[in-house]
């Protein structure tokens, strides 16, 4: 692996982008950012606030000023959120920037880990559990085209350190 490096993490929500990033960073010895959470730092908003305000649209374009925004960071691993590798060219500029990593979970998993945490995830939080279902099948259908341009897939299931594994293995 070389010396300056972007790893993207991507993957549907709750596909463990966040905590497999902060411990995969601490094992490379590499900064971690959450690309929400930069959002938000950018924006001064919470992430539901902005969808509230400028709607999906907005915030994607948002979501990808604040992509472009870690052109010159090196020795980073950025945690994305679930919609950013479908926007327009985001998954091209993120393999052209740096190493890509599909964290590929099954429904099943993701289901337990969001439903819990819906108020925080706009495109779910007012949906049952049915719903909730219906719109993970639909749309891991649609975004799988993007995820699997990733440089690399890995298996998402299980506890954090055995994923932080699974990608040190295969870089
Ligand atoms: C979204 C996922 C969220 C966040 C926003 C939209 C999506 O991030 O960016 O609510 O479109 O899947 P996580 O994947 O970190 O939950």
């Given at each position: 692996?070389?010396?300056?490096t972007?790893i993207?993490?991507?993957?549907f929500?709750?596909?463990?982008?966040?905590?497999v990033?902060k411990?995969?960073?601490q094992?490379l010895?590499?900064?971690?950012?959450d690309?929400?959470?930069l959002?938000?730092k950018?924006?001064k908003?919470?992430?539901?606030s902005?969808?509230e305000?400028v709607?999906?649209?907005?915030?994607?374009k948002i979501e990808?000023?604040a992509l472009h925004?870690?052109?010159?960071?090196?020795?980073i691993?950025?945690?994305?959120?679930g919609g950013c590798?479908?926007?327009e060219?985001?998954?091209q500029?993120?393999?052209?920037?740096?190493k890509?990593?599909?964290l590929k979970?099954?429904?099943?998993?993701?289901?337990?880990r969001?439903?819990?945490?819906k108020?925080q995830?706009?495109?779910?939080a007012?949906?049952d559990?049915?719903?909730?279902?219906?719109?993970?099948v639909?749309m891991?259908?649609?975004?799988s085209?993007?995820?699997?341009k990733?440089?690399?897939?890995?298996?998402?299931?299980?506890?954090?350190?055995?994923?932080c594994?699974?990608?040190l293995?295969?870089?």
């Amino acid at each position: 692996m070389s010396a300056d490096t972007k790893i993207f993490l991507i993957g549907f929500m709750g596909a463990g982008k966040s905590s497999v990033g902060k411990k995969l960073a601490q094992s490379l010895h590499y900064r971690f950012i959450d690309l929400d959470v930069l959002i938000e730092k950018q924006q001064k908003k919470s992430i539901p606030s902005i969808f509230e305000l400028v709607g999906e649209d907005g915030f994607r374009k948002i979501e990808q000023q604040a992509l472009h925004s870690l052109k010159d960071e090196s020795n980073i691993v950025i945690a994305t959120g679930g919609g950013c590798p479908t926007f327009e060219k985001n998954m091209q500029w993120m393999n052209a920037h740096g190493k890509t990593i599909y964290l590929k979970c099954s429904i099943g998993v993701l289901f337990h880990r969001i439903a819990p945490q819906k108020k925080q995830r706009p495109l779910i939080a007012n949906m049952d559990d049915v719903d909730i279902m219906d719109f993970m099948v639909t749309m891991l259908k649609e975004r799988s085209k993007f995820y699997e341009k990733a440089s690399f897939t890995v298996d998402g299931d299980g506890k954090v350190e055995m994923v932080c594994k699974r990608i040190l293995d295969v870089m």
